[in-house]
């Protein structure tokens, strides 16, 4: 024929699949960021209410262990979304 068919075969699902650990690792950095955002201006509604504000350098101390879960979770969440456009 004229050599219209395509030579290269679709690749197996798990070949060159990223594990969720790797993701969280990758995205560890911007989660930990936001967890400190979110804690600082969880922080300030709270003031508002009558509690004490939480300042920017205990919210950014705060994330970096809570940030460790958050990036677990969206390490997670990103490989639903790539099996889902595998998929």
């Known amino acids: 024929m004229s050599g219209t068919r395509s030579p290269s075969q679709k690749a197996p699902a798990t070949e060159g699949r990223w594990p969720v650990w790797k993701l969280a690792i990758l995205l560890y950095p911007a989660t930990a960021l936001t967890v400190a ?51």
């Open 37 to 87: 955002i979110n804690l600082f201006l969880a922080g300030l509604i709270l003031h508002s209410v009558g509690f004490g504000a939480i300042g920017p350098v205990p919210a950014i101390m705060w994330a970096i262990p809570l940030g460790v879960p958050a990036a677990w979770l969206t390490g997670r969440w990103v490989r639903g979304l790539m099996d889902e456009a595998d998929g």
